[in-house]
């Protein structure tokens, strides 16, 4: 069993940046690959950004790429999602997750640990 938790959201205006860490306190999460997804009211969870285990790879959804950056510190256990260049359409509720599939998976199932979510609202 791993535990995720999620800290950093809050409210910001457009245009500004986030950092979300995701730690995993009390168990190592350093073999599993790490997603962030994320849900906004009346939608779908999607897919935000994934990074390898050992950090070597990262995948990211199109809306996000180039404003968005997934890293990992596995000494730490913590795994991060700076967002920079925020806009309206970015406020969700993001979630991360640990999973072992190879590569690390876009889908939802492909992960089996969870966080609580955090909100993140962007204000325009």
């Known amino acids: 069993q791993v535990q995720l938790v999620e800290s950093g959201g809050g409210l910001v205006q457009a245009g500004g940046p986030l950092r979300l860490p995701c730690a995993a306190p009390?168990?190592?999460?350093?073999?599993?690959?790490m997603g962030w997804f994320r849900q906004a009211p009346g939608k779908e969870r999607e897919f935000v950004a994934a990074?390898?285990?050992?950090?070597?790879?990262?995948i990211y959804a199109d809306s996000v790429k180039g404003r968005f950056t997934i890293s990992r510190d596995n000494a730490k256990n913590t795994g991060y999602l700076q967002m920079n260049s925020l806009n309206p359409e970015d406020t969700a509720v993001y979630y991360c997750?640990?999973?072992?599939?190879?590569?690390?998976?876009?889908?939802?199932?492909?992960?089996?640990?969870w966080g609580q979510g955090i909100q993140v609202t962007v204000s325009s």
């Open positions: 997750s640990c999973g072992r599939t190879s590569p690390p998976s876009l889908s939802s199932y492909g992960y089996d640990y």
């Open positions: 009390g168990r190592t999460s350093s073999y599993y690959n």
């Open positions: 990074i390898s285990w050992r950090g070597g790879s990262t």
